[in-house]
């Protein structure tokens, strides 16, 4: 059955994955092969960013359950009509099946009409006129407006309205729905950051993090594991879907002693009543210490790899010895004890390489990797990402951070066994790397220039639009408007 | 740290083959009481190097895990608690592994294993 999805016009790129994502978690599989997902319709004028979409659900408990644990989902409806004037609307409500539109109109029920228009806020005389606009409609229930037992939507979408910045559509559009279920967002106000009592310089924003848990269909006593795993934030929202929690880093300081006793990675946890992390350990995502038969632990691997922008990644080795710039040295026996190993910069490459192999082997069968990657914004397609033999590429959600650079959110599903030949390989690689250090690095420069962008995206936006108007008028001095409203993908 | 994390950890010390079951040193136990999940351990259970499961809970004193398991013993409620208990609610706070080839010490504060090597080792 076809069901309307309006979303929150926000992280327009993760909306649809995120109901694959909570679709295939509540069990709708059969049929859909892995990285396929499912059957959506959109009104032909509509642009790909607009919020109203159509999915195909097999029955009203599923779309319930999607519904109400999504995020970006504004609510999910069973379409009762839809045209562009009032009078279409009729008709169509007046012809659908009477035996779906029977049981919620009944006596003895109660029910509210919610009016909502998009891109526009409606006065309170205007809601009172479109609530009228539907008296056609055989209500027989009692209206009530705390928790009825039915909810009907009376939708527009104002055509000539700017539609927060989505192009005009060719004519106004209106739905009467009955709501099926709505996402609860008050779990993000919950995990909000700023009440964290132990946060990193690159703690997880608490929205994303949960997405991050529904992309990688955590549910009770799965086993997650965060290979960068800083103050946990990733594995909090994990945990708070009911799994169970494994995270490592290469930073001591935070995961061994955070800030005291009462402000560390397991203070992050008890602060909301999840069980605690099973183990937190100091490694090297270069070098993991995982005994070599270890096969198909974690359901899911949720990260943040550090690619040197917001914090820069650390492998172990010596700097120095790496780039040559000092033989290979031994450390003398009496020094051992209290030594402190050197670290040296990680590039992008070799921390995918490692991260997929680490996954390829951890990961479970059907178990998924979930992991955000940088990239221009035009190498944000399937082609650019990279690959493994082990994993079939499931979503990939662009977030823009500037003209140029985004961030991809890249959902991955293992669908091959990690093999002996895989393991030999990645080994070659990995002496590869270590080998050509310096080469790498240079290779990976470029990167450096993402850092500014990240910190202040805005500023390096309207930064850049000021110097491109600036050569077209021939003045410097420009108002901070110029930035474009708008912007979504496609645009 | 869990004996469960113990199960996984190995020495990667370069040259080191296999450089598992790491040897554990005591300083510190805790016990953290924590509710049974037989279907999480029943998963578990096929993954886990059993033999080092039990040499190490015999090392930290629990001595009622059995050196032999049967897949019928998953079942068993009695069986399952003990397994439960040496595998999740026993805790090294303070103290470290050891390298059985090369006797590298990894120490462990604060629950937390410090697995990092020396830039001579990687």
Known sequence: MWYLCYFLHRLLDYRLPEIEALAKLHGYSDGQKVGQGLQWKQAPDHHPDSPFYYVNLPNEDIARKVATQSLLLKGMYEVWGEGCTHEELKEAVDNYAEERKEPYLAENTTFKIVIDCFGKVLTFDEQTARIQSVSYVPFKGQVQLKKPQHKFWLIDIDAQAQQNGLPPLAAKCMYFAREIGCSDRSVISKYELSRRKYLGPTAMDAEIALLMAHQALVKPGKLVYDPFVGTGSILVAAAHYGALTMGADIDIRVVRDGRGPNCNVWSNFKQYNLGEPLGLIRADNNSPPWRSDVREMFDAIICDPPYGVRAGGRKSGGRKMLNGQRDAYVIPEEMKKDHIPSTAPYTLVECVHDLFDMAARLLVMGGRLVYFFPAAREDCSESHFPKHPCFTLIANSEQILSTRWSRCLITMEKTAKYTEEMAKDAHQKHIDFKENHTQFLEDNKERGSLHSLVFRPADALVGEAQNLLAAAVGTSHLPPEVRAKYRGKYV | ?122
């Open chain 2, 1 to 122: 740290m869990r004996l469960l994390t113990h199960n996984m950890l190995a020495c990667n010390i370069k040259g080191v083959t296999k450089g598992f079951p790491l040897a554990i040193e005591v300083t510190k136990l805790e016990t953290k009481e924590s509710e049974m999940n037989p279907d999480f351990l029943r998963h578990i259970y096929p993954k886990l190097d059993w033999k080092a499961l039990h040499d190490a809970a015999h090392t930290l004193g629990l001595n009622d895990i059995p050196e032999q398991v049967e897949p019928a013993m998953l079942e068993d409620e009695d069986f399952l608690q003990k397994f439960h208990h040496a595998l999740l609610e026993v805790h090294l706070e303070e103290g470290a592994l050891i390298c059985p080839e090369t006797n590298r010490r990894f120490p462990v504060t604060k629950g937390v294993p410090n697995m990092l090597l020396n830039e001579d080792e990687v």
